[in-house]
């Protein structure tokens, strides 16, 4: 069954600091990507999406991920991290026609000012 | 435009009796989709519908879940003999279509006592 990993349940940055927050996944194929961003008592925000094509996507609020096809990785990067960035942040694979999404664990960012 | 919204934003009810929960998708999104969100078990897949179909039920946990979706549109998660451990929050996300990205709603808080 696919899978997928979010390794780190809890990362604390400085404000101003650089972050990456890693996802990995299991699957045969290339699924769809995805990072959503969900504060606290909010639904889940899309930040970015791969589907195909450049393997470096943008995304809203100056975030970026990578997809790594030899590591079956997406991680999240932002250069410079700013307070309000502090939330809890999931990677999700969609597969099938339904494109149904499994979700990671999630991360939960806390911004020291 | 207006977004996914779900009512009651939150609800409290009794061991052993009935709730419905009700999402409304983005108007023209023919997909629809439930999760679920709880501390023991992150956030999971529970039911897809395309138009007023489900293709897709293999994430309810048990019989006492169903729902239904008509005129392609609304959609209404019913629990039945609820349980304390359905408490959780009750995630909707529609897309125009299944392979689209889905766009999520604030969620029903349940909480079962």
């Known amino acids: 069954a696919q899978s997928v990993t979010q390794p780190d349940i809890h990362i604390t940055v400085s404000e101003g600091a650089s972050l990456e927050l890693r996802c990995n996944y299991s699957y045969g194929a290339t699924p769809y990507l995805f990072w959503y961003v969900q504060s606290p008592g909010q639904g889940l925000q899309l930040l970015l999406k791969?589907?195909?094509?450049?393997?470096l996507v943008q995304g809203i609020k100056g975030f970026e991920a990578e997809f790594k096809r030899s590591q079956s990785s997406f991680n999240l990067r932002k250069p410079s991290v700013h307070w309000s960035d502090a939330a809890e942040y999931f990677c999700?694979?969609?597969?099938?026609?339904?494109?149904?999404?499994?979700f990671g664990t999630g991360t939960q960012l806390k911004v020291e000012l | 435009g207006a977004g996914v919204s779900q009512s009651p934003s939150n609800k409290v009810t009794e061991k052993g009796k009935d709730v419905e929960l009700r999402c409304d998708p983005i108007?023209?999104?023919?997909?629809l989709y439930w999760y679920r969100q709880s501390l023991g078990q992150g956030l999971e897949f529970l039911i897809y519908?395309?138009?007023?179909?489900?293709?897709?039920k293999s994430g309810l946990p048990s019989d006492r879940f169903s729902a239904e979706r008509t005129g392609g549109s609304v959609s209404t998660l019913t629990i039945q003999r609820t349980q304390q451990e359905d408490s959780a929050v009750y995630l909707c996300a529609s897309s125009p279509t299944p392979q689209e990205t889905q766009y999520f709603g604030p969620g029903t808080r349940l909480l079962v006592l």
């Open positions: 791969y589907f195909s094509g450049d393997t």
């Open positions: 108007s023209g999104h023919t997909a």
């Open positions: 519908f395309q138009g007023n179909s489900a293709p897709d």
């Open positions: 999700a694979v969609g597969l099938g026609g339904g494109n149904k999404l499994t």
